[in-house]
């Protein structure tokens, strides 16, 4: 069964509103314009086909709740149809229309070339949907969110939605561990992320030493979490102190 959502970049499972789902569907159709799109006139016209037929259904209320319907009754059934992960981008595309315009956007926001470096490391095509998505909506104040959202609905498209795969891929990539990334791909394609702990012993049976490096990094992402809600519960007291103090003081004083 077709993902639409996965063809307009979005995840079901995130529950995308009509204004995300409008614009990213904006956002492909100005990728796969014929001045932007470099490949051949047959591969564009399946492209904008493919996408025109999600957006009539996600964006018609009653053909969406019918697609949600039998879609989730699909993966209840079955896992997700993932499509092979590849790190090499076989599409081609012409930055030269907007890039002007982006490099203004990055005057006012410099932290979007990080977010840019860092999508290329997963598809060229993610990033330029993101930097059209970004120039159509004008949400630039949203850009780490909305980065989020076209990245996970990526992570989703080719690993399911098993958190403990999706962090594991993610590890991958951003390292770029590509070879694995793709084990990792195939393990979930043929077996299903609801056997996300099989999948992962068997994933570090193989790679024994990224297990280590792995679960190394998450170690200092929660200690640093945990560092931050300690600093915030110790913040909370001090006022709470003061707050007592500062009373104290007001009713020896008043009486």
């Known amino acids: 069964m077709k993902n639409y959502y996965h063809i ?7 529950k995308p509103e009509n204004s995300l789902i409008d614009a990213a569907y904006k956002a492909l159709v100005k990728l796969y314009h014929p ?3 470099k490949g051949n006139n047959k591969d564009l016209k399946r492209k904008i086909t493919e996408i025109n037929e999600a957006y ?4 018609d209320l009653k053909k969406k709740t019918n697609y949600d319907e039998q879609l989730n009754s699909f993966h209840t059934k079955n896992s997700y149809d993932f499509s092979d992960f590849h790190l090499d981008d076989s599409e081609k595309f012409n ?13 006012v926001y410099p ?11 997963y598809s060229k095509k993610l990033t330029l949907q993101f930097q059209f998505y970004l120039l159509e909506t004008k949400k630039f104040h949203q850009n ?10 990526f992570i989703e498209k080719k690993f399911g939605t098993s958190k403990i795969i999706n962090k594991l891929s993610k590890y991958l990539i951003e390292n770029k561990n590509k070879k ?12 299903g992320s609801k056997s996300e702990k099989k999948i992962v012993d068997a994933f570090f049976r193989q790679y024994p030493d990224i297990e280590y490096e792995f679960q190394i990094k998450n170690k200092q992402i929660k200690r640093k979490n945990f560092l931050v809600i300690n600093n915030n519960e110790i913040f909370q007291k001090i006022i709470l102190c003061l707050a007592i103090f500062i009373l104290i003081l007001f009713l020896v004083y008043s009486s």
């Open 144 to 153: 780490d969110e909305i980065m989020s959202k076209f990245l996970d609905a």
């Open 56 to 59: 009539e259904t996600l964006s």
């Open 180 to 191: 694995e990334a793709i084990y990792l791909n195939k393990l979930v394609k043929v077996v």
């Open 8 to 14: 307009l970049g979005l995840s079901f499972d995130s």
């Open 95 to 107: 930055e030269k229309f907007f890039n002007s315009d982006w490099e203004i956007a990055t005057i």
């Open 35 to 37: 001045d932007i799109f």
């Open 111 to 121: 932290e979007l070339e990080k977010k840019i470096f860092k999508l290329a490391l």
